[in-house]
């Protein structure tokens, strides 16, 4: 990680919440991390861990009765006029629908995800809606605007970009929709992309190509990505710096060789051992991670993951919120195991309890 | 997109003509017919009538004839343009009806409007503050228009603009412009007159219209497509109208042909009671005196604008929703 320069994004113990009639969620609970200029930070975690959701909130799209009610969204954005000034907006603070979170939509921040099959119109051509996103941000007139389309699509490897302006959504197949909501999200230059598991929908070699188009694309740019995904083979090949979630918490947080090759956090380990292995003897089965995600309005106390943790310690991990630790390198864990303190209070609660007894 | 409309035209004019032999069958299944039914009004007068004045009559109207050839003898008027003759007015069911069935178009296009001048903001609003006070209150108004019998509806309004407002609203003209020609006078009068049946035959409608807009818009907000629109920096208000309020309009487009005979055949009780001149009591009045070329002209246009208003809707269809535009 560099340090020189402060990083494009920075995410401070976020908290975004649902409050449905069934009770609150936590979707996201005190998340930290921070995303670089270039660089590509992978989020992985099972379905439901919060990954969407911290990536709604970095837009502030969350879709009722989902709430921000914590943490700070710094955004570092270099001026316009040429300047190297930087203006840090707190994103969290703005305004819903008002004038300057819309500027940041999609001219600082642009967002690519899972279901290329829906999130286009399905009765507005793809030029009228990449124009559109053009033109929000952009003085341009039509012909200008329909040009920049033209060079887009181009751009993320369209072929015939200019009759497929005229087409509508499902005149298309899914890789290229993929390609052209890539192209969409990247309308005005945006500083960050956000790609929510922007391959899960398409076939494995569609994935490979749209994944090499973004890398692509970043280094021409130099744009940062952030990207979510639960295929950690994803991962190792595209990020710098991953963040692992498990509901709604970061659990462990490092470069993309820490996680890899040193992973602390037993919920990592399990993840990295349940990738299915070529040099692995056949007719083995292929470890799991027992049981599955808790119930959102049933969350366990002490450490989320200590119901289906492997080195699960009784009367710590059940009872205790564990602490975020950091290594000398910068990793950053969430687990007792390398808590000495926690493992010391829960002595002197033991003692203490030998002692009232006798 | 040619071969669709032509295909649509053609399906509505093989319609047309099932339609014309349904409704003649129709008003041919009661017992008995006119020359029955003018005979018991006469006896019950006190003119008695011999069989040979009824065989006359019947051989005069040809009720004598099968069926097919009735239908025939019918169809072959109707194609020239000549609806018949009503037994019971004595006069061309063209004089009977004319105006009449202008008029009816203009109320039936008048609750159309007002449906959709109310149904489509109210509809958009209770979906995008789904759960707010005011979708609960739209809701309740919305369930309250369905269920209030029309002419009910009608006998309230009435009686408050008789006792609040102190006016007449009965009728689409004053008095004074009742039997003169047409003039500007009288169209404004008429315009005037408009609001009352517009209101008391769209609200059903609209009631409807705001449930079912409410429905397809909250199944339309959910959408990825939507979450897009707002990621790339769009205002909330131009989004929801650009994008899911504009997928969420298909079903209405459709429905738009079956609300036009609706509002007409679910207006009699309302005309009587507003004592509007439209067919309505006029199509009453003839099934009950079995004057079959009468009630048969009313059904069989019945079923014509029903025809006509869901080709309109197939057309409005192909404005909306480019996907068929690109079909064949």
Known sequence: MSTEEAPLLSVKDLQTHFFTDEGLVRAVDGVTFDIHRGKTLGVVGESGCGKSVTARSLMRIIDRPGKIVGGSIMLRKPRNDGSNQIDEIEIGELTDDGREIRSIRGESIGLVFQEPMTSFSPVHTIGNQIIEAIQLHRPLDDRAARNRATELLTMVGVSRPEERLDELPFQMSGGLRQRAMIAMALACEPDLLIADEPTTALDVTTQSQILELLQDLQEENGMAVMLITHNLGVIAEMADDVVVMYLGQVAEKGTVDEIFYAPKHPYTKALLQSIPNIYQPSRVELPTISGSIPHPYNRPAGCPFHPRCPEFMPGTCDVHVPETLVSPTGQHVRCFLYTEGAVRIDREEATAGKDASQ | ?328
């Open chain 2, 1 to 328: 997109m040619l071969g669709y409309i032509i295909r649509r035209a053609l399906f509505s004019l093989v319609t047309i003509f099932l339609v014309s032999i349904l409704s003649f069958a129709i008003i041919q299944l009661p017992p008995g017919d006119y020359v029955d039914s003018y005979i018991a009004q006469l006896q019950a007068s006190g003119t008695p009538v011999s069989t040979s004045e009824a065989e006359n009559l019947r051989a005069r109207y040809g009720l004598d004839e099968p069926f097919a050839v009735q239908y025939g003898l019918w169809m072959r008027q109707v194609l020239r343009g000549n609806l018949g003759t009503s037994m019971q007015w004595q006069r061309p069911v063209r004089e009977v009806i004319g105006d009449r069935l202008a008029l009816t178009m203009v109320v039936s296009v008048a609750a159309l409007v007002f449906t959709w001048m109310i149904a489509l903001p109210i509809g958009i609003f209770s979906a995008v503050r789904q759960y707010s006070v005011a979708d609960y209150i739209a809701t309740t108004i919305g369930f309250m228009g369905l269920a209030v019998p029309n002419f009910l509806f009608a006998l309230v309004v009435m009686y408050i603009g008789w006792s609040v407002f102190g006016l007449n609203v009965g009728g689409l003209f004053s008095a004074e412009y009742e039997l003169q020609g047409w003039s500007f006078g009288k169209f404004l009068n008429l315009l005037s007159h408009l609001p009352v049946p517009a209101i008391v035959l769209g609200t059903a409608a609209t009631a409807q219209g705001i449930r079912v807009l409410r429905n397809n818009l909250l199944d339309e907000l959910r959408k990825p497509y939507v979450v897009t629109a707002r990621a790339k920096g769009l205002s909330e208000t131009r989004l929801i109208l650009k994008y899911p309020v504009r997928v969420a309009l298909n079903p209405l487009a459709s429905t738009i042909g079956y609300m036009l005979p609706f509002i007409v055949s679910g207006s009699v009780i309302v005309s009587i009671v507003l004592s509007l001149p439209t067919v309505g009591p006029v199509l009453l009045t003839s099934l009950q005196s079995q004057d079959m070329f009468l009630a048969g002209a009313i059904v069989l246009l019945l079923g014509v604008m029903t025809i006509i208003g869901t080709f309109l809707s197939d057309m409005l269809l192909l404005l909306i929703d480019p996907r068929i535009r690109m079909e064949d």
